[in-house]
């Protein structure tokens, strides 16, 4: 079963990137024009694409 936070960032037209940073890895999702949010914090509404 897919992740379902990885999913939406595809479904919204983004390309999911994991990032390892000391605390483990987190999943990045990069929009075409460039913004970043952080995977469930964009699954939660807390980062937007636009």
Known sequence: MAN???VNCAQRGGK???VSTPAG???IC???SGKQCEEWALMRG????G
Not at 46 to 49: A, G, L
């Open 30 to 32: 990069t929009f075409p």
């Open 25 to 27: 890895q987190t999943g």
């Open 4 to 6: 379902p936070a990885s």
């Open 46 to 49: 807390e980062c937007t694409p």
């Open 16 to 18: 999911l990137q994991i």
